[in-house]
Every structure is written in C-alpha cells, then in structure tokens.
C-alpha cells in the first residue's frame, strides 16, 4: 500500500501542491471570521444539580460577577479637592457605555421617611461637590452613619471602595475591553492628579486582563515557537531548505487551525489560543524524521527519486502511526464532556491529521524539486557529538543494564513519594504571578473587605410572596448572623438589609435602629416603600427578591481561599448550617454563585482528565498490540512511557504544584507525544530483528543508530517549543510549558535507554525468538527488495 502512496505523491506532484495552495487559501479566507472568547470557561455540565441551581439563579437574578471594583486606602481622598476629584472620576465613569451603576461614598445614596406623603426619599448625601473641607467632615460623618455601606464601601481601616456595575451584554462581548481601558484611563488620571493609588479588582476587570493576554501571547508565543524551531532545525542540518520548508509545512498548518477554528464556529479561547505554537512543536518533528532518514538513504547510495520514495514508503507507516497517538493525547479530551476542552481536542485532532497529510507529501515533493544534497547537507549524519552519545547508549544497553535498571527503580520509588505529596487546588486567579499587580490589588481588598468573589445564597421560600411570612425573615436573619461571622466572607446583603436601612431612616436616622422592625414597624416600612418611585430603590428591591417573592438573595463577597478551603467552607460548614437553621420550616436555602461554580468546575475537570488519560491509555495499548500482536511488547514500550509520568507527579509534588485543569491537561497530551519516540524505536528494531535473523542484539544496536538521532532531534524541538510557554504569565501555561517539556526529555531518555534494556533483558532471558515477534507479520511493511516503479515517476533526479 505505502509503495502505491509513494508514487502516487511523486507522480502527482503538480496535483497534490495546487490542491494544498487552494485547500490552505481557502482556509485562510474563513480564519478571517475566527472570534476571541470573551467569556470565562463553562467547565460543569448544564445537568448538572450545582449547575442548574445557578442558571436558575441567573434567570432569577442575573450576573452575579459584573461588578469592577476601585478600592483607596489614603487620607489624602479626604482632602477637599481631592475628593472632589473622586466624585468627578465616579460620574466621569458612569457616563462611560456599559456602565449601568456607580456606587461610592462620593455619590451614596441616603434613604429618607418623607412623613407627609409616607414614602421613602432616595437623596444624595452630596448633592453637589462640598465647598469647605468643615462641610465635606460634617458630610461624611453623616455617611458613616449609615450601616449599610459598613464593610462595603467604608472598612473599619477607612479603606472605600467604589463599586462598578457593568452592563452584562457588553461584559460578555469584545466591547469589554475597550469599556475596561476607557475607565482604567480615567482612573490613572485620577492618580496622576492626586497623587493617591488606586487598588483594582472585580470579575470583570480579571476576565478583561486575561483575555487580552491570551489574544497577545497566543501571538507572541506563535512567533517565538517559530524562532526556536527554525533556530534549532538550522543547528541541526546547517543548510537553508531543511529549516524553511518545515516552516513553510508549519505556516499552512497555522493556517489551517484557524480556518478550523472558524469553520466549526469555535473561539479563540486559552485552551484553543495554545494550539497555533503547541501544533508547531508538534509537526516539526515529522519534517525531522522524513529529512533525517532522506539524507541517511541518499549517503547510502541511493538516488534522490530512490530515496525520496523510501521515506514515503518506510517512515510514512510510522508517521502516520506515531501521529495518531499524538492526536489521540489530544482527542481523548473530547471524552470530558465539557465543551471548551471538546473544541480544544477537535480542533488538535483534526490538524494532526493534517500535518502529517501535508509534511508525508509536502516534504518530498519539494526536495523532489530541488538539487540532491551534497556533502555539505549530509554533514549532519557524521556529527561527532551525537555520534558519541548514541556509542555511550549502546554501550549502556549492551553492558551496564543494572545501572539503568538500578536509577529507574530509584526514580520510581523518589516519584511515588513526591506524588503523595501533590495537593488538588485551584484560586480563581491562580493563573497570573504573585507578584502581579491584579493579585496584589486582590489581596488589599480581601484585608480590608473579605473579597470581592462573588457568593450567593438564595432561599426559595415555597410560595410566592413567601417572603413576607411571619418569621421568614428571622431566619434569613440568622443565615446573614451566621454568614457574618466567617472570617472569609463579606457582610451580606439581602431584603433585610434594606428593611433595615429603612428602619433607621424611618427613625430619623438613628443607627440603633439598624434592625429587622418588628410586625407593626414593618407595615409602615412597606406601605412607606410601595409608595416609593424611585427607580433605583425599585432596582435594589428587585435584586434582592425575585418578582413572584418567593425567591429571597443573600449576596455576599469572599476572598480567593482555594478549592480545597472552599470545598471544606461550603460543604462542611456552610451547608450543614443552612440545614440547622431552616429545620422545621418551609424554607430550602442553596449556595451557589460564580465561585462555587469555579471551584466545582475544577474538581469536575480533574476527575474527567483522570479519565480521558485512562482512556489514552487503553487506546494507546490497543494500537501497540495491533501492530505488535504480543503482550510483552506492549508491556515493554508502556513502561518507558509511563515513568516519565509518574516523574513529572513526583516533580509536582516537590515542587509544590498543585494538581489542577492546566496540569492534569499535561499527562495525556505529553504520553501521546512521547510513545511517538518508542513506535520509531520499535518499528525500525522489527525491522532489524528481521534482517538480522533474530540476532535481537545486534538489531537493538541498529535501532539505535538509525532513530537515534532523530529521537534526539525531535526531542530537543519539542523540549524546546514547551519550554517557551514557561515565558508566559500565565500559571496554567507556565504549568503545560514546564511539565510537557520535562516529561518529554525525561520520556526520550527512557526510550533510548530503558526500552532498548528491556528488550535486550528479555532477548538474554528467552532464547527462543519466535515469542518475541509472534503476530507480528500484520505490521506491514514491504519488503525491503521492493522497488518502486520509478516508470509511474517523473522526477528529473539532479543526483
């Protein structure tokens, strides 16, 4: 069969370029229409219980993460001028399109009884900028007052905050960004003028930060990835065509992904972002293979049409199977049954596909064009250091197999203990720096405020207007004391806050009265508020009960305490106590809210990666036994495949990297990749086995020589290419970059050192062959006196 593909690739050769020109600027013309995500990643299932309680939260309430925050710890803000400056910034941002609210003590709002009509009045405490610094005192002292803003927009350490709400349309469209940088402008002009410092934080402004990210590192990353490749391909082959038409196979596939991306309506999201330079890492390694082993058959004497066939022909098989194990790493992801990581599989599995259908035809049929190599392109076969190093693993295999077999038991036994050692946590922005001023800023508002991640708890009260039943809101009551009283959490807010707050300003403001009124208080208190038309006042009302009243929010904020923490807060201690409360009532109260889903999503993704590896696993198994047909086969080139593995959760677990989404991802990808490395080694030592009639040592020693190098070669590249993500700042990338690229060399090492010691071992121990290669017959490959017609093929040989 490859002998018929061989030529048919070189006797078509004008053919096949024109279909992958067209096919590419086709391509091309649809990556046009690809989109940047603008959302953060649904990772739980739609049917999901925690899921479905929070959609409908949604429904009832809205975005509960719409909220940008700027936050001030600096007397100088009580300065007159300066704060008049303040107030300026807060109705400067709220002209801004896609605001929808502000919410400062420049422009707080003061609930007052208007005893005349029996209605509240929504005033605001300044209703123009203050003229002396004695009335701006007098004015805030008033604010102060008023328990509502305590701990929410004025701390106990005179931190405030200015709340900023957006409109969810645009926080959920490109828009975003430039609403983000329109009021990030505005807020750096108010440091400049003032002198004082501004603390950002809130969802929106995180979501903003990332995604710009991921839109200049998915460029950035593409450009360096190509530097590196081409930077390593030139140190390898010294001459100019091995190092640009690579690239030029990389560029369409680039092209490709894209088109992909936009032709199955996918965006560009952080996972899909990775595929551009994680693909050019990936298909370089075919060009090596298929350059490395033309330049081998052509110093052998063979012509250049002799040798261009025999690569199609030999290393094409092995490609083509290599490739599919690659892409396998990646496609098992669609197995997670969430829908970012299907996309990211997809789209990788699709475009593997076409790298190794573009590099098999694309390669030959350019060097088929172009003068055979002389001596100068073949200097690379007799390079002295590697040549040297393949001589010292032969030597290893051949004479020192206890010290192999001595380190790898001891690697296994040091990783083992440092797998123990590795946690299951994720932060909501545990994927910027630490010293990141995002984090930074983060951190000033969970000491001053708790946080600013969001956390709900509605209660469904059974029936509609249930919220007015006697002794309903006691209880929420006792759900905000409880509530109140961790330290993690915000004060919360609810109907019963602004029953309260209507209770003080029904009594002239006193803040004693800062308290559920009793029965006959909180009959005038709603006769007061139904009689109120302000708009605000009907929003806030609106945000706290639903419209049929049965469905009461207590919204809360908290601080980015980790999964683990949270998991153990809301399942052991918040939960539990909800339960205790609503005993013996009507009352069914549910936790829920955009942390909670982040933190469960976590959980959900790592027990899915889990099972998307076993699945590579057994997949990966089943195509070695196809083509081995031998159990101990299999056995022998899983086990070189496996500790590098099990190396990298040791690693974790020393270095303390916790095991989450963007370090699960790596264990299945970097396994497709690195049994490529033991399908190569293993193909060319059955080839070898053959001809040597069975002489298992002397065809170890040939499989050596001969993939040797590329193993090398393609391993540098990919440790290479990964490594570069360890650049980004990004924790979830800077983890794929580390822990792809150290599992893949530690995986080259074990393939060109354990594996070929395996098998020798098992040659020395069983001296009858045929076990070793029984079933083997169906791994097909011509035999090697089969020429290729090279009548079918008109190829001027410039030999």
């Known amino acids: 069969m490859w002998k018929k593909i061989s030529e048919f690739i070189l006797g078509n050769r004008i053919a096949i370029l024109v279909f992958i020109g067209v096919s590419t600027l086709f391509m091309g013309y649809q990556a046009k229409d690809v989109k940047w995500s603008y959302q953060y990643i649904r990772i739980i299932p739609d049917h999901d219980p925690d899921m479905v309680n929070f959609n409908r939260f949604q429904e009832l309430f809205g975005e509960d993460a719409s909220n940008f925050v700027l936050g001030i710890k600096d007397d100088k803000l009580f300065q007159l001028e300066n704060f008049k400056k303040f107030m300026e910034l807060g109705n400067e941002i709220k002209q801004l399109d896609g605001i929808t609210s502000v919410l400062s003590l420049a422009n707080a709002p003061n609930v007052v009884a208007n005893r005349q009509e029996q209605k509240f009045d929504i005033e605001q405490f300044f209703k123009d900028p203050p003229s002396t610094q004695a009335e701006l005192d007098s004015i805030l002292d008033k604010v102060e007052t008023i328990k509502a803003y305590k701990n929410r927009l ?93 690239l030029m196979v990389i560029c369409i596939v680039i092209v490709w992904i894209m088109g992909t991306l936009a032709l199955l309506n996918y965006q560009i999201t952080i996972l899909t972002g990775l595929l551009p330079p994680v693909l050019v890492v990936i298909g370089i390694p075919n060009c090596i293979y298929l350059l490395n082993k033309y330049h081998q058959e052509y110093a052998t004497g063979k012509n250049k049409v002799e040798a261009l066939g025999y690569i199609i022909k030999k290393i094409g098989v092995v490609t083509l199977i290599t490739n599919t194990t690659t892409a396998i790493g990646f496609m098992v992801l669609i197995t997670t049954g969430i829908t970012a990581m299907q996309e990211f599989g997809i789209v990788a599995g699709i475009n593997i596909a076409v790298t190794f259908l573009i590099s098999i035809s694309f390669i030959p049929i350019v060097f088929s064009y172009l003068p055979a190599p002389d001596v100068k392109h073949l200097k690379h076969l007799d390079f002295k250091p590697t040549a040297w190093l393949i001589h010292q693993l032969e030597m290893l295999v051949l004479h020192h197999r206890g010290i192999v077999y001595g380190f790898t038991t001891l690697m296994v036994a040091v990783s083992i203990y440092g797998s123990y050692q590795v946690t299951a946590e994720a932060y909501m922005v545990d994927d910027l720096p630490e010293d990141y001023h995002v984090k930074q800023d983060l951190r000033f508002f969970e000491t001053e405020f708790k946080g600013v991640m969001p956390l709900e708890i509605v209660v469904n009260t059974q029936r509609k207007k249930g919220y007015l039943k006697k002794g309903t809101l006691g209880k929420v009551e006792q759900i905000e004391n409880f509530v109140s009283s961790l330290p993690e959490v915000s004060p919360p807010i609810s109907i019963n806050t602004f029953l309260k707050a209507g209770n003080q300003a029904f009594h002239g403001g006193d803040s004693t009265y800062f308290k559920l009124p009793n029965r006959s208080e909180t009959s005038y208190i709603m006769k007061y508020a139904r009689n109120s038309t302000d708009d605000n006042a009907s929003d806030l009302s609106n945000s706290m009960v639903d419209s049929t009243g049965q469905y009461i929010r207590v919204s809360m904020n908290m601080a980015d305490i980790g999964s683990i923490r949270m998991e153990n807060l809301v399942d052991s201690v918040i939960r539990p106590k909800l339960a205790e409360i609503v005993k013996g009532t009507d009352l069914e109260p549910m936790v829920t809210g955009s942390t ?204």
């Open 596 to 799: 909670l889903i982040f933190i469960k999503g976590n959980d959900f993704l790592i027990k899915n990666l889990k099972q998307s590896m076993l699945i590579a696993f057994f997949l990966i198994a089943v195509i070695m036994g196809t083509l081995f047909g031998n159990l101990r086969i299999i056995i022998i080139s899983l086990i070189p495949n496996i500790i590098p593995l099990l190396f990298t959760l040791g690693l974790m677990g020393f270095l303390g990297i916790p095991l989450k989404p963007s370090t699960a991802i790596v264990f299945s990808i970097a396994f497709g990749i690195s049994v490529d490395d033991s399908i190569h080694f293993l193909a060319k030592y059955r080839q070898e086995i053959v001809l040597h009639n069975f002489n298992m040592k002397k065809a170890i020693i040939m499989a050596l020589r001969e993939t040797g190098s590329s193993m090398l070669y393609t391993s540098i590249v990919l440790f290479c290419g990964f490594a570069i993500f360890m650049g980004s700042t990004f924790g979830a990338t800077q983890a794929l970059g580390l822990l792809t690229s150290v599992t893949l060399i530690v995986a080259m090492t074990t393939n060109l050192t354990l594996l070929p010691c395996l098998l020798y071992t098992f040659d020395t121990t069983k001296q009858d062959m045929n076990p070793m290669i029984e079933g083997m017959d169906h791994f097909y490959f011509e035999d090697e006196d089969e020429e290729i017609d090279l009548g079918k093929i008109n190829v001027n040989d410039n030999k």
């Open 154 to 246: 004025i701390s106990e350490n005179k931190a405030t905050a200015m709340v900023i709400s957006m409109d969810p349309v645009i926080l959920n469209s490109k828009d975003r960004t430039k609403v983000m940088k329109r009021l990030e402008a505005k807020a750096v002009d108010f440091e400049k003028e003032t002198g004082i410092h501004l603390y950002y934080a809130g969802m929106p402004y995180v979501r903003s930060i990332m995604a710009d990210k991921v839109k200049a590192e998915t460029i950035k990353f593409l450009a360096i990835s190509i530097g590196v490749v081409a930077l390593v391909l030139f140190l390898f082959f010294r001459s100019f065509s091995p190092v640009f038409f690579p």
